[in-house]
């Protein structure tokens, strides 16, 4: 079974996390939520808050598959800021492990260094990123071993595209079907 980390910070875009764990857990692949600030609960952008199953810093990049981040401004610039979370980017990038990022999070992984020459974020996010290569008429933009997505309406399409690269399309399929995601293809 393979593992996801979704590590939240103070003020993430809740649409987004939700949207992320639950597709994730629908696929059966296991999920952690990793608390970068807290040790207990993570209140989002819009007061709505999710307890946590670990601390950030517990994490082992050997431990996790992929790791998923994520938006909202504010939790995106802890992210982008936060030791822990940028050094777990770094190895697993090392290691051409899959790493995400939605909205304003891709900023977290420009800051990490491991963006790639393609990729796609919140509108106006792109002014605050230093590597060329934004694309902003695509829900998810893939490239090597980096998936990014735009914002809160296509959180869904965005976790469909992580199943199919950790399970595969067939997957992807079932579940996108079982939710009434036919709009992601």
Known sequence: MATVLVPLAAGYEEVEAVSIIDILRRADIRV?????????????AHNITIKIDCLINDVKEEDIDMIVLPGG????????????VQNLL?????????????????????????????????????????????VGYEKVVSDHNILTS????????????????????????????????DFCD
């Open 73 to 84: 401004w504010g939790g995106a610039k802890i992210l982008a800021e936060n030791i822990s």
């Open 32 to 44: 952690l939520i990793a608390g970068v600030d807290s040790k207990e609960n993570v209140v989002g």
């Open 90 to 134: 770094q190895q697993m990038n090392g290691k051409n492990k899959n790493i995400g990022a939605i909205c304003a999070a891709p900023f977290a992984l420009d800051k990490a260094g491991v963006l790639k020459s393609s990729f796609t974020c919140y509108p106006s996010v792109e002014d605050e990123i230093s590597t060329d290569g934004y």
């Open 150 to 181: 735009q914002g809160p309406a296509t959180a869904i399409c965005f976790a469909l595209a992580i199943i199919e690269k950790l399970i595969g399309k067939d997957k992807r399929q079932e579940i996108a079907s079982d939710v009434l995601a």
